[in-house]
């Protein structure tokens, strides 16, 4: 029985360990279904460019010619952006 004692410890702990484990997820899945999701505006650096572009575009103190300049220069950068389909993947 001597032995033994450091697998009995060993199993009592991880069974316990378990058992808050479960426990936990459990009332993870409660508080889900009871509490509903807000979604945030999308923030990081894509969206902040996305939102950067969009002012320049909109704003009428820059020249046409400007504009388009803009446009070419950042249009491959767009292509270059992934896709949330490649980023699933």
Do not use: C, H, Q
Not at 4 to 27: C, E
């Amino acid at each position: 029985m001597e032995n033994n004692t450091d697998i009995i410890v060993l199993t009592s702990v991880v069974i316990v360990l378990f058992l808050v484990f479960i426990i936990a997820t459990v009332r993870e899945l409660n508080t889900m279904t009871t509490t509903k999701f807000e979604e945030k505006a999308e923030g990081g650096p894509r969206a902040e460019m996305l939102r950067l572009i969009g002012k320049l575009f909109t704003d009428e103190r820059i020249d046409t010619a400007k504009k388009i300049t803009f446009m070419n220069a950042i249009k491959p950068l767009i292509e270059d952006l992934p896709t949330d389909e490649e980023k699933k993947n």
